[in-house]
Every structure is written in structure tokens, then in C-alpha cells.
């Protein structure tokens, strides 16, 4: 599976962005895909993911400002972020967590995969 995120860029604080990535290559079932950033000197960290059925997670500090969507038939995830501060510049990495194929399903088997990150820098 290969990710290829886009959309990165640069704004001024309470400006918006929209990132995208899609899924390629011999994809049987993707659980989970969603985006994860790191800034310098820090780990990288959660932002938000989104299983299959639409269940969401979002890292505390971007509630409320971001938004995560996900075409499953597509394999494509999307990152909505609004209301952009300084703290939310970083290297965003898409994210895909999936069972390889029909054994590693049935195996609880899962592969985690990562896209080549995409920055993101917002001025104050």
C-alpha cells in the first residue's frame, strides 16, 4: 500500500487548509486511516482518524477546528483544518492501519502504513 498525501502549504493563523491522501497498491482492507504530524524536537503525535465506519478521533488540541472525512470506496482520507494557529505547524503523515489480505483478516493481522508527509507551516 502506498500513500500519497497533498495539500500541504502555507497560512496565516485562523486561515484554513485541506489535506488529502489517497491509497494505492494491492489494497484488500483498509480499517483505519488518518493523519498524524510532528513538529521539530517533538514526537509525532495523533491529529485525527477515522475506522471504515466513520468512528473519529481527534487529538484534544484541534477539536472543534479540524475535521477528518474518509471515502472508503475511494481509499482516499481528508483533513479539513480550520481555525489555524501557530502550534498546528508541522509535517503531516497520513496513516493507514490494514489487513493485507483475507488471512491477516481472519488472523486479527494488521500493517501499519505511512505516507511521506506534507508540511504545513501557518505565520502568526
Known amino acids: 500500500v502506498q500513500l500519497q498525501a497533498s495539500g500541504g502549504g502555507w497560512v496565516q493563523t485562523g486561515g484554513s487548509l485541506r489535506l488529502s491522501c489517497a491509497a494505492s497498491?494491492?489494497?484488500?482492507?483498509?480499517?483505519?486511516m488518518g493523519w498524524y504530524r510532528q513538529s521539530p524536537g517533538n514526537p509525532r503525535e495523533l491529529v485525527a482518524v477515522?475506522?471504515?465506519?466513520?468512528?473519529?478521533n481527534y487529538a484534544d488540541s484541534v477539536k472543534g477546528r479540524f475535521t477528518i472525512s474518509r471515502d472508503n470506496a475511494k481509499n482516499t482520507v481528508e483533513l479539513q483544518m480550520n481555525t489555524l494557529k501557530p502550534d498546528d505547524t508541522a509535517v503531516y503523515y497520513c496513516?493507514?492501519?490494514?489487513?493485507?489480505?483475507?488471512?491477516?483478516?481472519?488472523?486479527?493481522?494488521?500493517?501499519?502504513?505511512w505516507g511521506k508527509g506534507t508540511l504545513v507551516t501557518v505565520s502568526s
Open positions: 496513516n493507514a492501519v490494514a489487513n493485507d489480505d483475507i488471512q491477516s483478516r481472519r488472523d486479527g493481522r494488521t500493517t501499519t502504513y
Open positions: 477515522i475506522t471504515s465506519a466513520g468512528g473519529t
Open positions: 497498491g494491492s489494497i484488500f482492507r483498509i480499517i483505519v
